[in-house]
């Protein structure tokens, strides 16, 4: 129904920048927020930054200042610019989406992309 395709991972030096991006296919109807959760090995997920359509953000403290989230709705697209990236924001980074489908747009459905790996290490 939905595929989430996600880039821009990698290795990275502390104090480096990164940029994911992830962009939704499929059967879609309407995207109501799109962004970005983590996780580490031993750790649960956490959410990282969302935006809605309207560009609402929300960010987790540790990010605030240097991660910034962006879509482009065009294109169904998320985008998550990492900046001054530290050993502890080492994860694998999942795009996330809450969207309607055309066949029930009434009703809305969380989906995962498969994660793509950010490692900051000198």
């Known amino acids: 129904q939905v595929q989430l395709a996600e880039s821009g991972g990698g290795l990275v030096q502390p104090g480096g920048s990164l940029k994911l991006s992830c962009a939704a296919s499929?059967?879609?109807?309407?995207?109501?927020?799109m962004g970005w959760y983590r996780q580490a090995p031993g750790k649960q997920r956490e959410l990282v930054a969302t935006?809605?359509?309207?560009?609402?953000?929300t960010y987790r403290d540790s990010v605030k200042g240097r991660f910034a989230v962006s879509r482009d709705n065009a294109k169904n697209t998320v985008y998550l610019q990492m900046n001054s990236l530290q050993p502890e924001d080492t994860a694998a980074y999942y795009c996330?989406?809450?969207?309607?489908?055309?066949?029930?747009?009434?009703?809305?459905?969380?989906?995962w992309g498969q994660g793509t790996q950010v490692t900051v290490s000198s």
């Open positions: 935006i809605t359509n309207s560009g609402g953000t």
């Open positions: 996330y989406t809450v969207l309607s489908l055309e066949t029930s747009r009434l009703v809305r459905r969380q989906f």
């Open positions: 499929g059967n879609i109807f309407n995207i109501d927020v």
